[in-house]
T-cell receptor, first 114, second 111 residues
Framework: EPEVTQTPSHQVTQMGQEVILRCVPI?????FYWYRQILGQKVEFLVS????????KSEIFDDQFSVERPDGSNFTLKIRSTKLEDSAMYFC????????????FGSGTRLTVV | DAKTTQPNSMESNEEEPVHLPCNHS???????IHWYRQLPSQGPEYVIH???SNVNNRMASLAIAEDRKSSTLILHRATLRDAAVYYC????????????FGAGTRLTVKP
């Protein structure tokens, strides 16, 4: 079964550093998403992306965050200057066009900011 | 997004059916009812979704009340692997808005 692949699985970074989290969505999916989950809390929506532009973003997704689809396969989330409170699991998801299909999530990247 | 209400936690015995309830009294006519689950240390996983009619797939069944103000996810024979947090989420099919998770129901399966 096709999978959404996320790398790295775990990243440790110093506060103030930039990080890029990478995702390879399923090849025939056109909608892409980033979510995050702080330890012990609920899964929070960050941003959705379609047709090479952001469709919707939450209040969490401020100027420190950006997304990009640099080529035909990768979808990245960049955090420009990480803060301690950015420590969380970050999940990428994708879906096909149409209401018959659900989201497929990756296994996540655990980001630890120290 | 229309809100959903789920119990915080439920317990089940292995190999018995499980009925996970969800209330969504403010559901609109274009809201689809989605269920996802999150196994420990994993990303959310799609389970099932429906609009008005009951739905079945290899993972579960979804029973939707006639007035659509509530729904029930049915796991026909719980296994230890079904221990997870189950999320009931409404998505507006007309506006194509994005999916927001609540706290879900934590299902514990006892051997």
């Amino acid at each position: 079964e096709p999978e959404v692949t996320q790398t790295p699985s775990h990243q440790v970074t110093q506060m103030g550093q930039e990080v890029i989290l990478r995702c390879v969505p399923i090849s025939n999916h056109l909608y892409f998403y980033w979510y995050r989950q702080i330890l012990g809390q609920k899964v929070e929506f960050l941003v959705s992306f379609y047709n090479n532009e952001i469709s919707e973003k939450s209040e969490i997704f401020d100027d420190q965050f950006s997304v990009e689809r640099p080529d035909g396969s990768n979808f990245t989330l960049k955090i420009r200057s990480t803060k301690l409170e950015d420590s969380a699991m970050y999940f990428c998801a994708s879906r096909r066009t149409g209401w018959a299909y659900g989201y497929t999530f990756g296994s996540g990247t655990r980001l630890t900011v120290v | 997004d229309a809100k959903t209400t789920q119990p915080n936690s439920m317990e089940s015995n292995e190999e018995e059916p499980v009925h996970l309830p969800c209330n969504h009294s403010t559901i609109s006519g274009t809201d689809y009812i989605h269920w996802y689950r999150q196994l420990p240390s994993q990303g959310p996983e799609y389970v099932i979704h429906g609009l008005t009619s009951n739905v079945n797939n290899r993972m579960a069944s979804l029973a939707i009340a006639e007035d659509r103000k509530s729904s029930t996810l049915i796991l026909h024979r719980a296994t230890l692997r079904d221990a997870a947090v189950y999320y009931c989420i409404l998505r507006d099919g007309y506006n194509n808005n994005d999916m927001r998770f609540g706290a879900g129901t934590r299902l514990t399966v006892k051997p």
